[in-house]
């Protein structure tokens, strides 16, 4: 998968930029309390990038980086951000590349897998019944229902060659999808 310098650039600013447009911690700081909590990273983009959060607006902003998703042109670039993409900041960035028409199936495998779905199909029985207690899962549980859906509808683009995740592919060889509730993963989730 080869993406040239100058598209590289821009996928990792908008990473960047969706890891702040997918939180709003810094958002809801007072003005003190930000300042102080940022203080030696003024020079930081990422300082820059919740600042300017900060200035537009929660919601503004994260249509504003949702805006620049469009101008991802491959499915090689969208895969290059779901695995670039720290997991642990949530799913805005997530949800914008399945939403993304030129998502190709292997990227929503790693998304997936990544996700934990076995995790919480033996937690809670099914994806359905995670409670919103459960904050995390929870967020992790709405994106892997439109996960399924899309890919039960062949919603995906195929055919990108992509190096298989070792990760990915531990978890599909360990499930067991002949029992309850694994029998409700999607048949080309599990593919290698």
Not at 35 to 46: I, L, N, P, Y
Not at 129 to 149: A, F, G, Q, T, V
Request: some cysteine.
């Amino acid at each position: 998968m080869a993406i040239n310098y100058e598209n590289k650039k821009f996928l990792e600013e908008l990473l960047l930029k969706a890891d702040v447009a997918g939180s709003d911690y810094y958002f809801k700081m007072e003005k003190e309390v930000f300042v102080q909590a940022m203080e030696g990273d003024e020079d930081k983009d990422f300082y820059k990038e919740y600042l300017k959060q900060r200035e537009v607006g929660f919601e503004v902003y994260q249509n504003q980086v949702k805006e620049e998703f469009n101008r991802i042109l491959s499915s090689e670039e969208l895969h290059f951000c779901a695995s670039e993409y720290n997991y642990d900041g949530g799913n805005f960035l997530l949800e914008q590349v399945v939403l993304h028409p030129l998502c190709d199936i292997e990227t929503v495998k790693l998304i997936y897998w990544f996700l934990s779905p076995i995790y919480i199909y033996e937690k809670y029985g099914s994806l359905e019944n995670c409670p919103k207690e459960d904050y995390i899962c929870y967020d992790d549980s709405r994106l892997l229902m439109k996960i399924e859906e899309k890919v039960k509808n062949k919603e995906f683009q195929t055919g990108l060659r992509v190096e298989k995740n070792a990760c990915v592919i531990e978890m599909i060889e360990e499930t067991n999808f002949s029992v309850e509730p694994f029998v409700n993963i999607p048949e080309d989730l599990r593919k290698i």
